[in-house]
């Protein structure tokens, strides 16, 4: 009822143009809010047989052992004992003290090394350094000298939450604090201070190599391949927008595609911000506003085809109501104008895909180069021409009249259903479908740029053109 009330103003008679599909996709996202139902929420099935949970249960057991489970265990346990040997080279009563800072705040997960090493070491100084002027206000007032710890267990809780310091920085901070406050009978406090110093960038020292023998591959490097995994997710996720077909299966696809998207998403921007932190020493300096600018386009393609999954899901819901003959000519007119908008951004993506593995132009150029004289003096002629045409990349004028054209079959569909509900869910439905493909074809055009400038920081020698470089990939 109160949708109905919602959508009573919309005026289904006026010629739908694409000046109106902003106004018609604000109008289908308040639609989304005030839904009693979410289509999104699935009951569970609580009465599955215990057989399929006892499998669940050791698929999951199996899955814990594995490289990616045991590799950090390997690498602490390593550090670890690198660490008590060196320090203990040092200074065998102090050893144990090298070790602690490996051990504090220790992730599973890949995380900037230097960038941890350095707010470990911070913290770890500033911590000292405070509790050594803790012993020498209190030195007269020993049974008291803990008041000290008050203020400072404050501040480290404020470090903690920064993005400065964080978990490791803060935690460090506060240990080294504790240490030199809470011994008592230890010999001096600044002498035992210098050495737990010393200690800790043993620690640490230790902790780096292992990371660097372990994991050799810069985040920077890792960055261009998880760049090509997600692009190819995003084009895989573009690729199952459909309206024909099966709706559970099409819808189904849609959603896999588009998690395993945001995972893709999620681990590039880990990488990036990894590699923004990581020191640059003798290789190129990293580009992170470039990836940054790339990582929002991503963003918002995935808020696109979020939306447009909510459009086909709706869209699917109301066709049940309608004639199955219309429906049927209704899909087989507007697919077609959908598969070239839809075929417009996979391809683009495809050639960004292909065009983001290109580690040097230079080599490419030597490769196309060689390969052509080959082909010359074998065949007496080249055989290999490369035209820089806009192969794999949208023709705007085209993506304009393509939409036009569905917003006009759209018009012309819904005149032929008699029910108003029904046709102001369509045309609501398949106008948002539009727009959104219309923002995936803009954010392309971001994501293009995005590239070539990644693309002409690492070759500044050589004027990028991407569509010279895709055509040189295929003609080799």
């Known amino acids: 009822m109160e949708n109905k ?46 057989k399929f949970v006892l499998s669940k249960i050791w698929q999951n057991s199996v899955n814990t052992i594995s490289k990616k489970r045991l590799m950090p265990a390997f690498k602490c346990a390593l550090s670890l004992g690198f660490a008590v040997l060196f320090g203990s080279i040092y200074s065998k009563e102090n050893a144990i003290w090298s070790g602690l800072p490996v051990a504090i705040s220790f992730a599973s997960a890949r995380e900037a090394t230097f960038k941890v090493a350095n707010i470990k070491a911070q913290g770890t100084v500033l911590g000292t350094v405070y509790g050594v002027i ?36 803060g935690v460090s901070a506060v240990i080294g604090a504790v240490l030199i406050l809470g011994r008592k009978d230890f010999g001096t406090p600044s002498d035992f201070a210098i050495a737990r110093i010393v200690e800790t960038f043993i620690g640490l020292s230790c902790s780096i ?63 990036i911000e990894e590699a923004d932190v990581e020191p640059d020493f003798w290789f190129l300096p990293f580009h992170s506003s470039c990836y940054g600018k790339l990582r929002v386009s991503f963003s918002r393609m995935v808020d696109f085809l979020v939306f447009g999954g909510h459009a086909i899901r709706l869209l699917e819901k109301k066709s ?112 948002s479908l539009v727009f959104c493909m219309d923002g995936l074809l803009r954010e392309s055009k971001e994501i293009e740029k995005g590239i070539k400038e990644i693309l002409q920081w690492e070759n500044p020698s050589v004027q990028v053109d991407l569509h010279g470089i895709v055509c040189k990939m295929h003609a080799l």
């Open 320 to 431: 049940e109501k309608m004639e199955s003959k219309i429906w049927k000519e209704a899909v087989v007119k507007l697919e077609s104008d959908l598969k070239v908008l839809r075929d417009a951004v996979c391809s683009g993506i495809k050639c960004f895909e292909e065009v983001s593995l290109v580690k040097s132009l230079a080599v490419l150029e030597r490769e196309y180069e060689k390969r052509k004289s080959d082909v010359d003096l074998e065949m007496g002629k080249s055989e290999i021409v490369c035209v820089n045409q806009r192969s794999g990349f949208f023709d705007d004028d085209e993506m304009k009249e393509s939409e036009i054209s569905f917003l006009e079959k759209l018009s012309g569909i819904v005149g032929d259903i008699t029910k108003e509900e029904v046709k102001n869910e369509v045309i609501l439905s398949l106008s």
């Open 5 to 50: 009330k919602f959508l009573q103003t919309l005026q289904t008679n006026t010629r739908i143009t694409p000046k109106y599909l902003p106004s018609l996709f604000f109008v289908f996202c308040l639609k989304l809010l005030i839904q009693t139902k979410s289509s999104s929420k699935h009951a569970l099935n609580h009465d599955s047989p215990k």
């Open 134 to 169: 803790g012993c020498f206000v209190f030195e007269k007032y020993v049974k008291i000298r803990f008041i000290s710890l008050l203020p400072w267990f404050i501040f480290c809780s404020f470090l903690r939450q920064s993005k400065m310091y964080g978990q490791a920085g």
């Open 209 to 271: 190599m292992v990371d660097i023998l372990l994991q050799p591959t810069r985040a920077s490097v890792l960055v261009k391949s998880q760049l090509s995994k997600t692009l190819r997710a995003l084009r895989e996720c573009v690729g199952s927008i459909k309206i024909t077909g099966s709706s559970s299966g099409k819808l189904v696809i849609l959603e896999e595609s588009l998690n395993k998207l945001k995972h893709n998403l999620n681990e590039l921007g880990k990488l």
